[in-house]
Each structure stands twice: as C-alpha cells, then as structure tokens.
C-alpha cells in the first residue's frame, strides 16, 4: 500500500471519528459508520470501479478526498437511522460537511444523492451491522462485569479506543473480518492493560473460550498483536 493511501485511510479514519464526536452519536453509530464504509464501501467500489471502466456517477470518478469524506457522513447517517431512535436530518448533516470538509461545498441534493450511490450502486442495499466487531464486544463486556467483580476495573474506553486505532491501518483492519475473534482479543487486551496486575485471579482466558468458542492460542496471538500495534501507535 502506498504512503499516499494510507495517510489518506488515517485522515478519513480520523474524519469519521471526529464527525460522530462532533454530533455527540452513541459508539454504535460510529462503529457501524466505520465498517460500512471501511469493511464494505470501500472494497465494494474498488470491485464497482474495476467492472465499469467509466462510473456512471461524478460522485465515484474521481474518487477524491472530498467526494470520500462525503460518503463518510452518507455512512454515519445511514448508521444513525439504523440506531438513534431520532435520525439525523439532511440539513444538520449538510451543515457538518459545510464545516469539515474543506475542498468542496456539497448541496442538499449532492448528499441525497451520494446516498442513493452509496446503497444502490455500491453496497446494492446490503447493510447489516448486527454482527460487527463492537455489539460482541460490548455484550462480552457486560456478560464479564456479571461473572467477575475484577469486571468493574476493566476500563471498556481503552477498548474503544483500541477498536479506533485498529481501523487506521489496511493491515490491522483485516482483523475486523473475523469479529468473535477481535472482539474477544480486545476484551483480553483492555484487561491486562487496565486491570492491576496483583488483581488479576480471573480466568479470563479459558473464560473467553467458553463463552466466544474461540481457541486459547487464536486469542492469545491476537492479544500480542494487537497490543505491540497498541503500544507501537502510542509511541510513534
């Protein structure tokens, strides 16, 4: 991967977060908005663009930075209508693009219309999020905290924040196509991170095994993984 694109994957990863920070939306909705757009979108029109030589929208030839972050908030706001019991009108979402993306003005119809893209054309209306990495995660959690009181010390905002930095690499992304795995792999993770050492007398990993079927060894090597990349990120 060159240089160029994965600056440009960190930028929309951060894009991403910052726009669902900035309108205050619950972790679900910006964890959906990131593996539709991440997971699915992305890969999906590489492979449109690959088949039709000339896209048939402006919005998709060419790709631009701009026309990128567009289909970022389309994610967020489809996201939202998935989750938030009250969406997201296109006027607040316009608003935003108005204030965050810098290279270009996009209209009302403009977003109306990148949506129509981004469901038909592309992701040909498949949309689930009912099994992304971070609804295991945080039922894991919950299930955690009721069978162990070392539960309450496990901090689930490094988790979160684990699941961010996860995303802002092609290479480490690939982990969010295997879900029970990461999300079990995280769970490990935040508690050798946050729980204290002398604290540590629940048997977390043969626990993870019964609950998740994943295997000892798998969720180790990914906890190692995961980690080095963790503390590989906080110091760079």
């Known amino acids: 991967m060159s240089t160029e694109i ?3 994957r960190r930028r929309l990863v951060e894009f991403t977060i910052q726009c669902t920070t900035h309108l205050e939306l619950p972790p679900i909705v910006k964890y959906s908005a990131l593996s539709l757009f991440f997971d699915r979108f992305r890969p999906s029109v590489v492979r449109f663009l690959q088949k039709k030589k ?7 030839q060419p790709l631009t930075e701009s026309n990128l972050q567009l289909f970022v908030l389309i994610s967020i706001w ?10 997201l009108s296109v006027q607040s979402l316009k608003s935003l693009g108005d204030n965050m993306i810098t290279e270009q003005l996009f209209t009302v119809r403009d977003f109306m219309e990148a949506e129509l893209v981004f469901l038909k054309q592309v992701m040909k209306f498949e949309i689930g999020t009912l099994n992304i990495a971070y609804t295991l995660l945080d039922d894991l959690f919950i299930h955690f905290k009721e ?12 988790c979160m924040d684990m699941m961010d930095l996860l995303y802002e690499k092609e290479e480490t992304s690939v982990l969010y196509h295997s879900s029970t795995s990461l999300a ?11 729980v204290p050492k002398q604290q540590w007398e629940f048997p977390i ?7 998740t079927n994943k295997e000892e060894r798998e969720v180790v090597e990914l906890v190692g993984y995961i980690l080095s990349h963790v503390l590989y990120s906080h110091h760079s």
């Open 78 to 87: 489809i996201s939202c209508k998935m989750h938030c019991s009250r969406g």
């Open 6 to 8: 994965a600056h440009l």
């Open 184 to 194: 079990a792999s995280i769970l490990v993770s935040s508690y050798i991170i946050t």
């Open 205 to 211: 990993l043969p626990w993870v095994k019964m609950v």
């Open 54 to 60: 000339k896209a048939e929208h402006w919005l998709l």
């Open 147 to 158: 069978v162990a009181k070392v539960g309450e010390l496990l901090n689930f905002e490094a």
